[in-house]
Every structure is written in C-alpha cells, then in structure tokens.
C-alpha cells in the first residue's frame, strides 16, 4: 500500500513539474511579463540629434504604453552595423527592435518579424511597402526617406555666375571654373562611407536608370563589371571627382566633411540629406542648395530617393506583443513622426507628414521631386551594400595607383562569389 501510495505521490510531483513548465513556456511565448512591465532594447544607427530623438520616442511610447521602457543602443551604421549584427545573429542576442537602414532587409530577413498581417502596416502606400518587401512580405516599418544628389554652397555660386549643371561634362565644366577660381569645388570624405554610397549614386544614373535588372543578370552570369561601359562609367567618375577634391580625401572622415562643407571651404558636396543637420549644426546660417547628380546623358539626370530610416522587430524577441504595439506607434502617430523628421531633417514616409524645416535646400528638393525621382533602392537590393563597400575598396585602391582601372573592375568581379544575394 506504501509502495503504491509514494509511486502516485512521486507521478504526482512529476505532473506538478511538467504543468508548471509548460505554463512558464505559454507565458515566455507570449512575451507578458511578470509585473506586466518590459523593457525592450533597441539598437539603432541614426547619428542626428540623438538626444533629442531619443528623448520623443521614449516619451511618446511611454505614454501610450506605460508598461514599456525603451533602452537605446546607437552604433555607427557605416562602420559597426553589418559587424554588430552578425555578432549578435551568432550569439542569438538579437535586441528586441532593430532600426535598419532601407534596402539592408534582405541580409536579416530570417532573424526579422514579418508584419505582413498587421494592421499598421495599411498606414503605407503599396508602392512604398513593395520598395521594402522581400518576397512579397513585410519586415520593416517605414519610416523616413532620404535624397541624395549634390549639395552646394549658394553664395559661392551666386557670387560666380554659375548655372546648375545637367550633364555630368557640365559638372566637370562647373568644377574647372571653380577651381580656376581658387575654389574647391567638391568636399570628399573617403575615409569612411562616401565612396560605397557614391557608387550607389552614380550606378543608379549610369546604369540602373537604363538597365533595371542589371544586378539580377550578374548574379546569373549574363554581365559583369569589367565588360560594362556603364560601370567603366561609375568607376570614371571617382576620378573626376577627384581631381577637384579637397585635400587628403582619404584622411577625411563624415564629421570633418560636414565641418570643412558648414565652413565654406568647398562648393559641393555629393551626399543625402542625412548630412544636412550636421552641416547646419556647425553653420546654421550656410545657405545649402541641392541639384540632382548629373548623369552622362542629361535625360537620367533625376533625383535619388531611397527608404532609409526603418523599425523592424527580432523574431526572436521575448516580447513580441509589446514590440508590435510599439512598431505599431512608429507606423500611426503623426505628430511623433513629424517632430522626428524636424529632429534629423529628413522627409517621411508616413503619409500627410511633412517637415517644417524651412532651407533652401528643401525647396529644390521639392522642385525636383515634382519632376520625377530614381529609386536607389533598386541598386541597394540587387547589388547589397557590402558589395557596394568592398567594390569602394577597389576603386580606392585604383585611385591610389595601387590598381588599374582594369583590375579594379575584375577585382570586383571575383568579389561576387562571396557575396550573398537576395535576389534571383
């Protein structure tokens, strides 16, 4: 009777054991926890008024969600963020919301929530959603969007009678002037990310503009860098440039561009708009104006969108209820995103959002975004931007005289076989 009385107590104690994990697991699962209270981590890459921004997400969320906290992480996207993420995949400490720079999805989607079903995500346009979709599915919520192309110092083209430049020969016929002038014509920060984002620029107007599946066919073999004109075209450029570039470009890091363009010791300066608060940070009373990158046929010369600041949620997290209402914030408050886009002096992409900032610079963005914009996005995807980076490396390296433009190009060819495409 004692044997069997202590075998039911002992099943006893096992099923009490089994219940009570199974229980811990539902409640793990379901990302509640325990004093109702979650603290979710975000890493985030913006380099704009941190502080300030930083400031009205967390006040925001935590009034509509007071049983959130919202712990920051920044990393300097161009330098840190591939790396960053990749040790965190392999640690499988993703943190819980993840700002990803627009056309980088593909390299995360695995690791990424898909939203796809969430209602917030009807706040976007279709053809903004499509721009950030993979497969079909959504992993990010759209944010904010840059335009890049050229800016450029107003007074010093007023004072010297110079016209806006259409073709890519009449920017090089701008920066001869300039320089005969005793002027440097263009800012050149090459130590860090100018050169990959360059390349973006330029394939955009060179090639993608005419070719929009050129990254697809080199996946598949069909072209390559080194028997295209177009990209001898890209590669060319870098050298142009060049030519009339700032002293030691390679010596000169993001913070040291905006400093030496707010000074008004170059003319021009080929970047996006994310580089527009920094610039006035040091020089609040720079006149900035803005043209599109000319391309060699005067017919592509086009301003250059592209979805740049986006809220993605791990697929992994711990909380994933809190994570959707908090990307579900970012996706329906119009007057945080509005603050926002004033903070880091961009554009929205929530619709009905527009910035209050009042600069030169903005009024002829909007001018030319009324005559029709490239999406540099396409580039992005189909060539990833490490590709992009490495391809940096070699033009670099041709610059310096340690490569041909030849072998520039080929190296940049061998390159593909170690990277991973997203696209087929």
């Not at 697809?216 to 860098?225: A, T, W």
Request: net charge neutral; glycine share 6%; hydrophobic share 35%.
């Amino acid at each position: 009777m004692k044997k069997g009385l202590f075998k039911w107590l002992r099943l006893s104690v096992i099923l009490s054991i089994i219940v009570s994990l199974l229980v811990a697991c539902s409640s793990g699962s379901s990302g509640t926890a325990k004093d109702g209270k979650v603290t979710l981590k975000v890493l985030d890459w913006n380099g704009t008024n941190t502080k300030e921004s930083e400031k009205l997400i967390k006040e925001t969320v935590e009034k509509e969600l007071p049983n959130v906290k919202l712990e920051f992480e920044y990393i300097n996207w161009d330098t840190d963020f591939s790396s960053v993420m990749q040790t965190r995949i392999a640690g499988n400490q993703l943190p819980d919301i993840i700002m990803i720079k627009g056309g980088d999805h593909p390299k995360y989607t695995e690791h990424l929530m898909d939203l796809s079903s969430e209602d917030f995500m009807n706040e976007f346009p279709a053809d903004i959603r499509k721009a950030l979709q993979i497969d079909g599915k959504d992993y990010a919520v759209p944010y904010t969007s840059n335009f890049q192309g050229v800016f450029y110092n107003k007074r010093i083209f007023t004072e010297n009678h110079i016209e806006i430049p259409k073709t890519w020969n009449e920017l090089m016929e701008v920066a001869e002037t300039l320089k005969s002038k005793g002027i440097t014509p263009f800012t050149n920060h090459f130590k860090d990310y100018q050169i990959g984002n360059n390349f973006n620029q330029f394939a955009t107007l060179e090639v993608f503009s005419k070719y929009s599946t050129w990254g697809n066919d080199l996946q598949k073999g069909k072209v390559s860098f080194a028997a295209s004109p177009e990209f001898k075209t890209v590669f060319e450029h870098f050298k142009d440039v060049s030519k009339y570039s700032n002293k030691d470009p390679f010596g000169l890091d993001f913070t040291g561009a905006a400093e030496m363009f707010a000074k008004e010791e170059t003319a021009m300066w080929i970047i996006g708009t994310w580089s527009t608060a920094q610039v006035l940070k040091n020089n609040p009373n720079l006149e900035i104006g803005f043209f599109p990158t000319p391309a060699t046929d005067a017919n592509n010369t086009k301003i250059i969108m592209q979805p740049d600041h986006t809220f993605s949620g791990s697929a992994k997290t711990k909380y994933p209820k809190e994570v959707k209402q908090v990307l579900g914030i970012f996706a329906t408050n119009k007057e945080m995103a509005k603050k926002y886009i004033d903070i880091v002096q961009t554009e929205s992409l929530i619709p009905d959002v527009v910035s209050d900032v009042k600069a030169p610079y903005v009024d002829d963005i909007n001018h030319y975004k009324s005559i029709g914009a490239l999406d540099a996005n396409v580039g992005n995807v189909q060539i990833p931007w490490p590709y992009q980076e490495q391809s940096g490396s070699y033009i670099a390296e041709w610059l310096l005289g340690k490569k041909t433009l030849d072998k520039a190009l080929k190296a940049t060819d061998a390159y593909k076989a170690k990277v991973k495409f997203s696209t087929k």
